[in-house]
């Protein structure tokens, strides 16, 4: 069972990035999906969780409005669309079944960098 996050990397400040999770050994149908990211020297942060049907998503004050997440049950995947990214998206972000984000919940991703600089 893992998951699997990709897509991060270096990009300037208002750019975007779009980040992918993909599940091996489970189905991610019927999991609430989540996106938590944490920063250098800071705890973990929620991002983005959306349902298991698509139909309802729920986003952090910091990110509304310019995150989007998304999923595709057939593929197993789970996405997160970053626009007009900040200094202050700087983090580790990981993919997670777990809507609590604690680390000893549901299962985690290894975790992706990314990094908005100038």
């Known amino acids: 069972v893992a998951l699997a996050e990709s897509g991060g990397g270096l990009v300037h400040p208002g750019g975007s990035l779009r980040l992918s999770c993909g599940a091996s050994?489970?189905?991610?149908?019927?999991?609430?999906m989540t996106w938590a990211r944490q920063g250098a020297g800071k705890g973990l942060e929620w991002v983005s969780s959306?349902?298991?049907?698509?139909?309802?998503?729920s986003y952090a004050d910091s990110v509304k409005g310019r995150f989007t997440i998304s999923r595709d049950n057939a593929k197993n995947m789970v996405y997160l669309q970053m626009n007009s990214l900040k200094s202050e998206d700087t983090a580790l972000y990981y993919c997670t079944t777990s809507p609590l984000v604690r680390r000893d919940h549901g299962y985690w991703g290894q975790g992706i960098s990314v990094t908005v600089s100038s």
């Open positions: 959306l349902t298991s049907d698509g139909t309802k998503a």
């Open positions: 050994g489970f189905n991610i149908t019927g999991y609430l």
